[in-house]
């Protein structure tokens, strides 16, 4: 029987990334047309840069970092809403991972917490029902974000508190969606991208269907991807094969566990509790219609946004003049051309999300940049 | 912040969570959404404390199996 170190050495053997590096070198040679892949997700660029994958690739193949990180696309109001939330008396904000290090208008929630605020990160959404339990005099406040991967995590959150009645735990819901972004990118003139990296995860809950209307809006290859080494270079290599075929299909590498439909169960839970919300800014692309979940009518006795919404701040705050990471987020610019990149900007002293969070893209170019360079 | 990761199943409980091995490093994580039973043995992808979903061991068999295919008939072109 394989083993979990088989699993891994199989999908990150160098000897594999050589030659499908060959392949796709001799596929690309077939074409003169300029391939343009946005890796929509920070984990595959993580990959990317952490392999060394940009050396191995030809001239005519170029990455652009897209906006699937759920700590980049946070605009600072939503963290000034956080900071509110928890500056409450007797208040508890929990939160997952790199959130408490991004900036907001007032501070990051770091901060926040050390001037006497508790917040707390947590790995685990399920942790808040134990500090919500233990806490029965306080109100704890889940700052929930992340996209489709993430949503059905908050659901089953929702659907435990409901069911054991612990009243004294209410939702900021900051769920955030795919597709819409995809299209936002797309429907700027400038867009540069001609061919998209889906993340095997959203699409592990959500299906590689949610690509479907990509690939026929915009004539685009989408390729739905594992994170190791050697399922990105699979994905290009299919994805430049499409190319040279003139097509653009929908296609799934990371059959190993993503399927059309995606998980239904997590589905359905989402449903349950969320429907899309109108609009929701982004941080760098602006406002994007239906782009975001919040909660049904049913639960807006859990919804921290409808309780607090007298003090929670409500002007809308763009990141710093020197921060390019909406161009980022974008596709047309590159961390290195940030004239803050690496001085004014680094990942102790963030001063845009790109740069805060670990899958960031400027994140990624400043601990692998030398890699980069070498390129 | 969402990176998932494979990992194997090495114990079952009786309150919908499971033991899981990533690489060594073992934890508890919860089954609230995944409706197929689960085994001993499964590999299966974490997201923040959650089983996302089983990752089929054939198809990653396959997969692998392609790859060691690729390797071989170039290793056997370049030796000509
Ligand atoms: S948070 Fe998840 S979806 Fe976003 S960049 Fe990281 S791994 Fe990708
Ligand atoms: S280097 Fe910093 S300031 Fe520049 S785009 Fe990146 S995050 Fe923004």
Redesign the interface.
């Known amino acids: 029987m394989m083993t979990l170190n088989d699993f891994y050495q199989g999908f990150r053997d160098p000897q594999t990334i050589g030659h499908l590096a060959t392949l796709i070198a001799q596929q690309a040679a077939k074409t003169n047309q300029q391939i343009n892949i946005m890796e929509v997700c920070g984990g595959h660029t993580h990959t990317i840069m952490k392999y060394g994958l940009l050396q191995l690739l030809p001239t005519n193949i170029r990455f652009i970092h897209g906006p699937g990180c759920p700590v980049c696309v946070m605009p600072k109001e939503r963290i000034d809403h956080a900071a509110t939330l928890a500056s409450q008396a007797d208040t508890i904000l929990v939160t997952l991972g790199d959130m408490i290090r991004v900036p907001g208008s007032m501070g990051s929630l770091a901060q926040f917490r050390s001037r006497g605020c508790d917040i707390r990160p947590i790995y685990d959404p399920l942790d808040t029902l134990v500090i919500a339990q233990d806490n029965p005099h306080k109100t704890v406040i889940f700052f929930a974000i992340g996209f489709e991967t993430s949503a059905p995590m908050t659901a089953a959150l929702l659907a435990q508190a409901e069911a054991l009645h612990i009243d004294n735990l209410l939702f900021h819901i900051n769920h955030v969606l795919v597709p819409p972004a995809i299209d936002a990118v797309m429907s700027d003139s400038r867009a540069q991208v001609n061919a998209f990296i889906g993340p095997a995860h959203v699409s592990v809950i959500s299906g590689s269907k949610i690509y479907q209307s990509t690939v026929d809006k915009y004539q685009t290859p989408v390729v739905v991807s594992g994170f190791e080494p050697v399922d990105v270079m699979e994905s290009i290599l299919r994805i430049v094969t499409q190319k040279v075929a003139g097509k653009a299909e929908l296609d799934n590498q990371y059959s190993r566990s993503v399927s059309y439909e995606g998980n239904l169960a997590a589905q359905q839970l989402v449903d349950k509790y969320f429907m899309v919300r109108d609009s929701f800014r982004w941080r760098g692309l602006g406002p994007i219609a239906k782009s975001a979940l919040t909660l049904r009518p049913e639960y807006h006795h859990r919804d921290a946004e409808r309780i607090y919404a007298k003090i929670l701040p409500t002007a809308e705050i763009d990141d710093h003049k020197a921060c390019m990471c909406g161009d980022i987020l974008r596709g047309l610019a590159n961390p290195k051309e940030c004239k803050v990149f690496g001085r004014g900007c680094s990942p102790q002293t963030p001063l845009g999300s790109c740069m805060v969070s670990s899958e960031g893209a400027c994140n990624a170019y400043y601990r692998y940049g030398e890699v980069i360079n070498a390129n | 912040?969402?990176?998932?990761v494979?990992?194997?199943v090495v114990e079952i409980h009786d309150d919908a969570t499971v033991t899981v091995?990533?690489?060594g490093v073992k934890r508890r994580?919860?089954c609230?959404?995944?409706?197929d039973p689960l085994a001993i043995?499964d590999?299966v992808?974490i997201?923040?404390?959650?089983v996302?979903?089983?990752?089929?061991?054939n198809?990653?068999?396959e997969?692998?199996d392609l790859?060691r295919q690729?390797?071989t008939a170039?290793q056997l072109e370049s030796e000509q």
Do not use: E
């Open positions: 912040m969402c990176l998932s494979p990992s194997k091995d990533t690489l994580v919860s609230h959404l995944i409706s043995g590999f992808l997201h923040i404390g959650f996302m979903n089983k990752i089929d061991h198809d990653a068999q997969s692998l790859y690729i390797v170039m």
